[in-house]
């Protein structure tokens, strides 16, 4: 659902990634769940549908906006948004709401049989992208519409930005291609590839693949909004027609969401994010084996 549609050039190699404590959380509840309902001491095993279909995916999307709109989620990005105003913390909170909303998807998610964990959402994303693929255009745009709807609240909510502001940040899909190249070319400037693999380079190994990969993907990450998409004067989301700071980043983001699937806004993104990753020193067929066997 929206972790496919969520990317930002930031976060569309590097956000899906759910923290390994938060998705351990849910597991061991719905674990601990199916132990108390069986009634027999067996075991009870769930097993994820093997493709998804309209009422499927419009009730995944009813499900996680109620819960983001009323729920546990909602709890959770209010208290993200209390800490709102400082560009420094804006990575951190980002990602703090990336697990909140990962989090309960993966708690919707879990009720139709897929393992609560990020091969779940990875086999549900497939899902998506098969029933996409064999939808007749009706259907793809209202899925499409409902996908991008529970984004919003999901951003309204975490940085106190209404509804309507969000809706008059809307770009055509010319502008939005316009605001990409520009995006897709300080991605890859050399400035920002340097100042990526400087930092990544100063980094000292831990022994850990994993965890020696993830500190790279937070100076990818912090170097993006930092330097890419805030830095400069104008800064890169004002020379796109955006807020200055946090705002405009906030709107930028709603409209990659928006057009992301547009195959020239994915080659834009795509191929900027290929360069940052080798800058960083990430081998990105590494990262992909490593999603799948997650």
Same mark, same amino acid.
């Given at each position: 659902?929206?972790?496919?549609?969520?990317?930002?050039?930031?976060?569309?190699?590097?956000?899906?990634?759910?923290?390994?404590?938060?998705?351990?959380?849910?597991?061991? +509840?719905?674990?601990?769940?199916?132990?108390?309902?069986?009634?027999?001491?067996?075991?009870?095993?769930?097993?994820?549908?093997?493709?998804?279909?309209?009422?499927?995916?419009?009730?995944?999307?009813?499900?996680?906006?109620?819960?983001?709109?009323?729920?546990?989620?909602?709890?959770?990005?209010?208290?993200?948004?209390?800490?709102?105003?400082?560009?420094?913390?804006?990575?951190?909170?980002?990602? &703090?709401?990336?697990?909140?909303?990962?989090?309960?998807?993966?708690?919707?998610?879990?009720?139709?049989?897929?393992?609560?964990?990020?091969?779940?959402?990875?086999?549900?994303?497939?899902?998506?992208?098969?029933?996409?693929?064999?939808?007749?255009?009706?259907?793809?745009?209202?899925?499409?519409?409902?996908?991008?709807?529970?984004? &919003?609240?999901?951003?309204?909510?975490?940085?106190?930005?209404?509804?309507?502001?969000?809706?008059?940040?809307?770009?055509?899909?010319?502008?939005?291609?316009?605001?990409?190249?520009?995006?897709?070319?300080?991605?890859?400037?050399?400035?920002?590839?340097?100042?990526?693999?400087?930092?990544?380079?100063?980094?000292?190994?831990?022994?850990?693949?994993?965890?020696?990969?993830?500190?790279?993907?937070?100076?990818?990450?912090?170097?993006?909004?930092?330097?890419?998409?805030?830095?400069?004067?104008?800064?890169?989301?004002?020379?796109?027609?955006?807020?200055?700071?946090?705002?405009?980043?906030?709107?930028?983001?709603?409209?990659?969401?928006?057009? +992301?699937?547009?195959?020239?806004?994915?080659?834009?993104?795509?191929?900027?994010?290929?360069?940052?990753?080798?800058?960083?020193?990430?081998?990105?067929?590494?990262?992909?084996?490593?999603?799948?066997?997650?």
């Amino acid at each position: 659902m929206i972790n496919r549609f969520i990317s930002s050039a930031a976060s569309t190699s590097l956000s899906r990634r759910v923290k390994s404590t938060h998705l351990k959380t849910f597991n061991q +509840q719905h674990n601990t769940s199916l132990r108390y309902l069986s009634t027999n001491s067996q075991q009870l095993t769930s097993e994820p549908p093997s493709a998804l279909n309209k009422d499927m995916a419009v009730g995944i999307q009813n499900a996680t906006m109620m819960y983001i709109k009323h729920g546990i989620g909602k709890q959770r990005l209010a208290e993200i948004a209390k800490e709102g105003g400082d560009e420094k913390t804006l990575v951190h909170r980002w990602q &703090r709401m990336m697990e909140t909303f990962l989090g309960t998807q993966v708690h919707v998610l879990a009720g139709l049989g897929y393992a609560p964990n990020e091969t779940g959402l990875n086999l549900y994303n497939s899902h998506v992208a098969m029933f996409m693929q064999t939808s007749d255009p009706d259907t793809q745009e209202n899925i499409r519409i409902g996908t991008r709807d529970v984004w &919003r609240c999901v951003l309204s909510s975490t940085f106190n930005i209404s509804m309507e502001e969000i809706e008059k940040s809307e770009m055509t899909i010319a502008e939005a291609r316009n605001a990409m190249h520009k995006v897709s070319l300080k991605m890859q400037s050399p400035e920002t590839l340097e100042i990526i693999a400087k930092k990544c380079s100063k980094l000292e190994s831990t022994g850990n693949d994993s965890m020696d990969m993830a500190m790279k993907h937070q100076i990818v990450q912090d170097t993006l909004v930092s330097d890419v998409y805030l830095g400069g004067n104008p800064s890169l989301v004002e020379d796109c027609g955006f807020h200055q700071g946090e705002k405009g980043y906030v709107f930028m983001q709603c409209i990659m969401a928006e057009h +992301q699937n547009d195959p020239l806004i994915s080659q834009y993104i795509g191929t900027a994010m290929m360069q940052i990753l080798k800058s960083a020193g990430i081998d990105l067929s590494a990262v992909q084996a490593a999603a799948g066997t997650k």
